[in-house]
């Protein structure tokens, strides 16, 4: 897959096929129109259903890549080691722009949360706690501040 600084060529978006695409469902990307591009694109959404997906050997769980110029995409799939295959190829004028939307059909139950998912709530609150015990502190500084003020202005107009 072709790489590199170039706005031609580069990886533009990534998305995992979400549990259950394999049951249903359809991958998009936007092709947007860019004219004097060397990619000019054609303003139009592009799509690649469940069934040709699982024809070209993707499954629930599998990253996808897209790249910019002519919306390329490959699959990549870990286990013990990685695999990476291309998948498909937009039109050759495609400008592949924003972000690879993969939705399911039927969205399948993912599992359990990840362990620190638990301790969501916890944190915010946290946060927040922080938030405003940083707030107060900062008002007290300022109250400070304008106290010293006033008893310096005093002493200057008291001279």
Not at 61 to 69: F, H, N, Q, R
């Amino acid at each position: 897959m072709p790489s590199g600084g170039s706005c031609h060529i580069g990886v533009e978006s990534v998305g995992f096929v979400p549990p259950g695409f394999g049951a249903g469902g359809t991958a998009y990307f936007a092709d947007r129109a860019t004219p004097g591009n060397l990619h000019p694109g054609t303003d139009t959404l592009l799509q690649l259903d469940a069934a040709g997906l699982a024809a070209a050997g993707i499954r629930d769980g599998d990253l996808l890549a897209a790249t910019e110029g002519g919306a390329r995409t490959i699959a990549v799939r870990c286990a013990a080691s990685c695999a990476v295959s291309e998948i498909a190829a937009g039109p050759g004028p495609a400008h592949g722009e924003g972000h690879l939307m993969i939705v399911a059909d039927h969205p399948a139950f993912a599992g359990a949360p990840l362990p620190e998912a638990g301790d969501l709530g916890a944190a915010a609150r946290a946060q927040a706690l922080l938030t405003r015990l940083g707030a107060g502190a900062l008002a007290v500084l300022l109250l400070a501040a304008l106290v010293g003020l006033g008893f310096w202005l005093r002493r200057r107009l008291a001279r």
